[in-house]
């Protein structure tokens, strides 16, 4: 039997994969209890193993020692889980190493094949079911060895003529620690898997027909998507501002004007990896201006309500931006270096779509102008969403 080899390592995701894997694999739901015909297992006089230091069915298991060796053959990594008959997470499935310490048959008489010296797993089982199973799912030959309550051991090396992989069936297993012993079936040659402990029926038709192969594959990350810019072809630019205009040139005294916006076309604008502009507009202009005379700076002010953004448009359907005015203040501030002669059409944006954000505008040619502190303003009453129709 081919497979993918298999690393060392599970966690909670690997526990899920590998029930729906047995569940199709094994033709549909699984019911604990139903009949099986697993190999014969051999019962032998007690033998005395080594527990694990203890952990808890709601934790991951605790490694007891874990040596710095990249040998398998020298992990010492042990490890004691508690599981309840009817537990959730079926089967339960944790990384082993099995190693060639002692002879199979030295345990159990009969058994092939190789096991640890100490416990590689120790189960703390209680409850009332009609069968557990015990396999190692492995590219390797493993072989297994559990030691009941009772002292008693079985033992497998192989599930059947279909698989390799050793499988022990405990019928109406008793409360108590079960000890298991991970084996290899050749001498210094470590068989590197997953022991899985599950109530579900098995056979070695079944168990070979697992492939966890597709069960490890990795997720692509998702990768970020580039913020819709504001495209002023989306703009209803020739429809006349939604709450006036001016005519503005050289020597202007400051102008204000209650507007509010928002809607639902994106208004974001990203330069030199920074974020310069953000919200939703609508598609018909807040307010607009015409400029006359020299170029000169102008700058734009909102007192609003809650935290918003400014767009213009330029004469030559640029796009200027401002957001908060500082780090403290969410007002934002939009200024125009030099207005060429034209029209300009302003937005204001609010921060989530189809929703409004209202103030009081300035235009004003004194670049160090600043607005209030995300000061309330006066709004005019009855201020209602803009379309774009």
């Not at 080594?50 to 934790?59: I, L």
């Not at 089967?91 to 190693?99: A, D, I, Q, R, T």
């Not at 108590?176 to 068989?191: E, F, I, L, R, S």
């Amino acid at each position: 039997m081919s497979r993918k080899h298999v690393p060392a390592v599970a966690g909670v995701a690997i526990f899920a994969a590998l029930a729906v894997a047995l569940v199709v694999a094994l033709g549909g739901p699984l019911t604990a209890g139903a009949d099986t015909s697993p190999p014969a297992a051999t019962a032998a006089p007690a033998a005395t193993a080594t527990p694990a230091a203890a952990a808890g069915q709601r934790a991951p298991a605790t490694p007891v020692t874990t040596t710095l060796s990249a040998d398998p053959a020298h992990d010492l990594t042990s490890a004691t889980i508690d599981l309840h008959a009817g537990y959730i997470m079926d089967p339960y499935l944790l990384p082993v190493v099995g190693k060639s310490e002692k002879a199979a048959a030295e345990v159990v008489k009969g058994c092939n094949g190789y096991v640890s010296a100490s416990p590689s797993v120790i189960v703390n089982w209680s409850g009332k079911t009609d069968q557990v199973n015990l396999f190692v799912y492995s590219d390797d030959d493993a072989v297994l060895a559990v030691q009941q309550p009772d002292g008693s051991f079985l033992c497998n090396d192989d599930a059947g003529a279909r698989t390799v992989d050793p499988l022990v069936t405990i019928k109406n297993p008793a409360p108590g620690t079960y000890k298991v012993h991970v084996g290899t079936a050749k001498k210094d040659q470590p068989a590197l898997g997953f022991l899985a402990v599950t109530q579900m029926s098995l056979d070695d038709v079944k168990l070979a027909a697992l492939d966890m192969a597709p069960m490890l594959r990795r997720r692509e990350r998702a990768q970020p998507q580039a913020l819709p810019q504001l495209d002023p072809k989306s703009l209803l630019l020739s429809r006349a501002a939604i709450f006036g205009s001016t005519d503005l040139q050289a020597g202007f005294k400051p102008v204000q004007a209650f507007v509010a916006g928002g809607g639902e076309i994106p208004a974001f604008k990203v330069e030199d990896k920074k974020l310069t502009c953000a919200g939703f507009v609508s598609a018909v202009p807040s307010y607009s201006f015409t400029w006359t005379g020299k170029a000169q700076g102008i700058r734009l002010i909102l007192d609003a309500l809650k935290d918003s953004a400014l767009a213009v448009v330029t004469p030559d359907q640029k796009v200027l931006c401002g957001m908060n005015a500082d780090a403290n203040n969410l007002n934002p501030v939009l200024d125009i270096p030099a207005a060429a002669a034209g029209d300009y059409k302003v937005f204001v944006a609010a921060m989530q779509p189809n929703t409004v954000v209202g103030g009081r505008l300035t235009i004003t040619g004194d670049l160090k102008a600043a607005p209030a502190v995300l000061a309330p303003a006066t709004l005019a009453p009855d201020v209602s969403a803009p379309t774009g129709q």
